[in-house]
């Protein structure tokens, strides 16, 4: 059984940052992707930001150049640096690992961001 506990969500105006972390307690099995998902109220879930174990980071194209992705293979955590947030990034972000063909997801953190 793999566990996904997140941290960092929060309340934040438009054009401040946030960092959120996500740390799984595995053991004896390899995590292949890590990553973040996101759902904003009233829409599906969407894909925000992964990295395959000793991949390259993939971004989607709303959060390029503003998010950065960060993977710590050897503790199994990771984090998002949110830069420049905007109104539209306001949604719960959910952290997820995938390994042995299997997905697993963290409960969800709130970020919101208001004036």
């Known amino acids: 059984q793999v566990q996904l506990v997140e941290s960092g969500g929060g309340l934040v105006q438009p054009g401040e940052s946030l960092r959120l972390s996500c740390a799984a307690s595995v053991s004896g099995f390899a995590i292949e992707t890590m990553g973040w998902y996101r759902q904003p109220p009233g829409k599906q879930r969407e894909m925000v930001a992964f990295?395959?174990?000793?991949?390259?980071?993939v971004y989607a194209d709303s959060v390029k150049g503003r998010f950065t992705l960060l993977r710590d293979n050897v503790n199994n955590k990771v984090s998002l640096e949110m830069n420049n947030l905007k109104f539209e990034d306001t949604a719960v972000y959910f952290c997820y690992a995938e390994l042995s063909q299997s997905t697993y997801w963290g409960q969800g953190t709130q970020v919101t961001v208001s004036s």
């Open positions: 990295a395959k174990r000793y991949g390259s980071r």
